[in-house]
């Protein structure tokens, strides 16, 4: 079974095995936002077996007319809240945002693909 993800329009690939060793720079590094939809919402807090009004005072912040998902300080970065940096991984994996399921085949990052290879070791140019 590959790794290996292609997607349409993009000039590069994606080989998911490097998650293992990159040490989340997804997940972590600059602040930045982690829009949730309101479906999103209601997925992570029923996973968190949460109220959602609990869920979303203790995870989210309103970013515009938006929420998004809280980050911690650590050292000089910023990291996910839902980050588990003892297992190098998501605690809400199975229901993470779709802005997290659809990286590293962002729009943004379509004509900056150096950048994201600075950003993500398992970026592969086809």
């Known amino acids: 079974m590959s790794n290996i993800i292609k997607k349409d329009g993009y000039d590069y690939c994606f080989d998911a095995s490097a ?17 949730v939809s309101t479906d999103e919402i209601k997925k992570i807090s029923n996973f ?7 869920f979303m005072q203790k995870f989210l912040f309103k970013h515009g007319y938006r929420y998004s998902i809280k980050e911690r300080k650590c050292g000089e970065s910023y990291e996910c809240a839902f980050y588990n940096r003892e297992a190098n991984g998501c605690m809400i994996y199975e229901v993470r945002p779709m802005q997290c399921m659809t990286f590293p085949f962002w729009d943004y990052y379509k004509n900056r693909v150096d950048e994201l290879k600075l950003e993500c070791p398992g970026v592969i140019d086809v």
């Open 19 to 35: 998650c293992s060793i990159c040490q989340a720079r997804c997940c972590t590094g600059e602040s930045g936002y982690i829009h």
């Open 48 to 54: 968190l077996n949460l109220e959602i009004a609990d």
